[in-house]
């Protein structure tokens, strides 16, 4: 999600993971659990300021030119047409939109679009419940190359990305997102992220 974190922009140069920053999110999914789900893990969350849903792609377009988000997250499902034409008729209005797409194992190859900023795996269940316990505090202490790492998941960059952003091999940048799965008791990139907005790491 490059609106939330961007070494390109002057003042996120530093990589400080403490900035505060109030990002505004559109989560699009036709499916109501799969919106309403990621919406409800991200509003209150440090660092998230404005949550909004759209259901089609007229809402998803009619919404952003209203009130333009940093990030806009768009659920896509096998042989399911909807979220790639969703992405592209946002972007054909609002080319500069980042734009991450995210769906389950064997969803990338139909839901690569021009201009979006990237692709997250998830699996299905992956936003947990409110009332689910959060993962022990020992745990939630992340190094601050780990934070890196995270951010990079954040923007939608794959390992081989990550690592020549940080100057590390790619089998390198594996190793620390098992690390970092393991310490926040998540399975992939998309839940380590959501996580990482709760628990404040994305801020």
């Known amino acids: 999600m490059e609106a939330v974190f961007d070494p390109r922009n002057e003042r996120d140069r530093d990589r400080s993971p403490e900035r505060t920053v109030a990002v505004a999110i559109v989560v699009y999914a036709d499916r109501p659990s799969t919106r309403h789900g990621i919406a409800r893990s991200l509003r209150g969350a440090p660092g998230i300021g404005r949550v909004e849903c759209a259901a089609t792609a007229e809402e998803l377009v009619r919404g952003y030119m209203r009130a333009p988000a940093d990030?806009?997250?768009?659920?896509?499902?096998?042989?399911e047409p909807t979220g790639p034409a969703a992405a592209a008729a946002l972007l054909s209005v609002a080319p500069d939109a980042a734009v991450i797409m995210f769906g389950s194992f064997g969803t990338t190859a139909g839901a690569?679009?021009?201009?979006?900023?990237?692709?997250?795996?998830?699996?299905?269940?992956?936003?947990?419940?409110?009332?689910?316990?959060?993962?022990?505090?020992?745990?939630?202490?992340?190094?601050?190359?780990?934070?890196?790492?995270?951010?990079?998941?954040?923007?939608?960059?794959?390992?081989?990305?990550?690592?020549?952003?940080?100057?590390?091999?790619?089998?390198?940048?594996?190793?620390?997102?098992?690390?970092?799965?393991?310490?926040?008791?998540v399975h992939d990139r998309a839940e380590a992220v959501a996580i990482g907005f709760r628990a404040g790491f994305l801020s």
């Not at 699996?123 to 505090?137: I, M, V």
Request: proline residues 7%; aromatic residues 6%; contains cysteine.
């Open 71 to 79: 990030v806009v997250l768009v659920a896509v499902r096998p042989d």
């Open 112 to 185: 690569l679009v021009p201009g979006i900023g990237g692709f997250l795996q998830k699996y299905d269940g992956l936003y947990p419940e409110p009332a689910t316990a959060p993962p022990d505090a020992e745990l939630l202490r992340l190094s601050e190359r780990e934070l890196q790492i995270l951010w990079g998941m954040a923007q939608g960059k794959r390992n081989v990305q990550i690592g020549a952003d940080l100057e590390l091999s790619e089998d390198s940048v594996k190793t620390h997102c098992k690390r970092i799965f393991r310490k926040l008791g």
